[in-house]
């Protein structure tokens, strides 16, 4: 089997994502897809990627691996990373295919059959507009179902907790502090700020008490002064953890801010392949290593940051706030990675949009995801919705 072309999509009504079909000689597709910043992600690919890849064995993914990122672009979640991370879970997709096998049997089998989830609470808008700018309120606007849960976590996190509770989900990650940071460049929070931040805390606990874990993201917003104000004022409401605290470029930072408190600090997902992950555990930054498939260098590397965690016992979650097939692919990791903890969603796009782009989604119920059947990541692009006029192609044969 012979890599003949390799075809990127893009929709304008979604215009942050990116996805790549790597094409064969004997008909088989393998589909991948990653997030952010598409136009650079895809000069790579048809710029550097195709021509290490075109009339290549696509199963000779290690081969490749190496080759996809280029001479430049291999540290953080770089264009090159992104291009890279897309066309790789495109080859292990084609590897299914070829052998009629899920991903996950690839991989070395599931330790497990499903894994619980946690909701990311997003509405329906998150991170749709292009390019995507500040945190505190994106994404806000009129209801388009019953899950606008970024509204609902500002004003009414006590229904929000009974909400997932009723569909079985114990996780929920809120963001109440990023309009703080916005106003002092991450420098300084107020006390009357720093309250406001806390009730939704406050009103998840008081509501369902510690049946629901509640994870507190900061959006890498904060300095480090800040960032350990903010950490110990979150103490009374137990944090399962608390998430991107300071920005990721003094590594330093947050082994400090870890080795200086009890609650774990989750940290991650915008890290670039091993070498990064390394210098974060080596200095006892997080307690919890989390990871985006679509940007640490795909299937190939996140496997290895997860067994490379394992052994720092380290437990890993995979991050989930981009797309479908991203979803697919995190998923089959999570089911063999023996120190997966728990997998991300947004069920606002996940009982949104996320159907209308593929033709199958993990199956969740009551809290727990598991992959859809079929060989590879077992969903393919929805073809009518890639019929419609805002859909681009760009081919590179």
Known sequence: MKITALETLRIDEFPNLLWVQVHTDQGLIGLGETFYGPDS????????IAACLLGQDPLLIDRHHANLIGYVGFNGSSAEQRGRSAVDIALWDLWGQACGQPIHQLLGGAVRDD??????CAGYQYVRQKPVQGTANFGLGQAEGPYEDLDAFLHRADELAQSLLGMGITGMKIWPFDFAAEASNGAYISAGDLQKALEPFAKIRKAVGGNMDVMCELHALWNLPAAKGIVHALQPYAPLWIEDPVFMDQLESLGELQAGTHQMIATGETLGGRAQYKDLLQRHGAGMAILDVAWCGGISEARKVGAMAEAW????????CTGPVVLAASTHLALNARNCFIQEIVRAFYYGWYG?????????QNGRITVPTGPGLGLKLNADRFKAKDVRRRMSR
């Open 313 to 320: 016992h380290t437990n890993v979650a995979f991050h989930d």
């Open 356 to 364: 209308e782009l593929v033709t199958a989604l993990p199956p969740i």
């Open 115 to 120: 894994i619980r989830v946690y909701n990311t």
């Open 41 to 48: 992600a895809e000069g790579h690919i048809h710029g550097i």
